[in-house]
């Protein structure tokens, strides 16, 4: 079940069921996403449904079946910035990789698939470039970047020595940032691969964000959160766990 809130309410405008269908246990949420119009939501369901919703009403307006792709369920979505096209993660070997959908008609445009070209584990994170034009995914330690139109691979590589925990996709699209296991978090060039910059926390980083400008970008553990100048590496600041 999701819930669509109002900013100034402290009880939901829409509960939104609608997974798992009538009479059966209702299954969890992987995930929600907002489309960049701000009209309407997707969740990603376990029954490997997603569900588009309008967010004035609450309304269902479509429903992607994402169960001819793979049996296991679909553990990422990303809506692409023209807010017509979707892409969701397979976890499931040999299908394990990416399915860009027609939001509109529910249709399956690609499938581009990790295991055509090296075998690697499951799909892990999934985002798209602030232009739209690239898909970018993560298996391991192995990232992905996919031309968004045609679903061509364009570059596969090998990020850190363990498993990626966060990706992040500058506004030029022109950058990664990407963080892992073993606490480091780096920034490299998308074409060329050339390691642009590296930081370390103390402990394994859970997730990173890169601000607009691309001056900052933050990352953040279990303890701390740590917001770091790009091109020095500073720390300018740390925002503790109060748990």
Do not use: Y
């Not at 698939?113 to 232009?131: D, N, Y």
């Not at 990352?219 to 740390?238: C, D, G, N, P, Y």
Request: hydrophobic share 45%; glycine share 10%; charged share 20%.
């Amino acid at each position: 079940v999701a819930a669509i809130w109002g900013a100034d309410s402290a009880r939901p405008l829409h509960v939104l069921r609608g997974h798992g269908g009538a009479g059966s246990r209702t299954p969890g949420i992987f995930e929600v996403q907002v489309f960049p119009a701000g009209d309407k939501v997707v969740t990603l369901g376990q029954d490997r449904m997603a569900l588009i919703w309008e967010v004035a009403s609450g309304q269902l307006l479509q429903r992607l079946d994402l169960n001819g792709v793979a049996r296991r369920p679909h553990r990422a979505v990303r809506v692409l910035p023209s807010g017509r096209r979707l892409a969701t993660g397979v976890s499931e070997h040999p299908a394990d990789g990416i399915v860009v959908w027609n939001a509109t008609s529910g249709a399956a445009l690609h499938h581009l698939r990790h295991s055509r070209i090296t075998q690697c584990g499951a799909v892990m994170l999934v985002e798209v470039s602030p232009c739209g034009g690239k898909i970018v995914s993560v298996a391991e330690n192995l990232v992905f970047v996919w031309d968004a139109t045609w679903g061509v691979l364009e570059r596969m590589f090998g990020a850190h020595r363990h498993m990626v925990t966060g990706l992040a996709v500058a506004a030029d699209a022109e950058r990664l940032l990407t963080s892992s296991r073993d606490g480091s978090a780096r920034i490299v060039d998308r074409v060329r691969n050339p390691l642009l910059m590296a930081v370390r926390m103390d402990d394994t980083i859970r997730g990173v964000a890169l601000f607009p400008s691309g001056e900052t970008f933050l990352t953040f553990s279990e303890k701390q959160a740590v917001i770091w100048h790009t091109m020095s590496r500073v720390r300018l600041r740390t925002l503790e766990s109060a748990g």
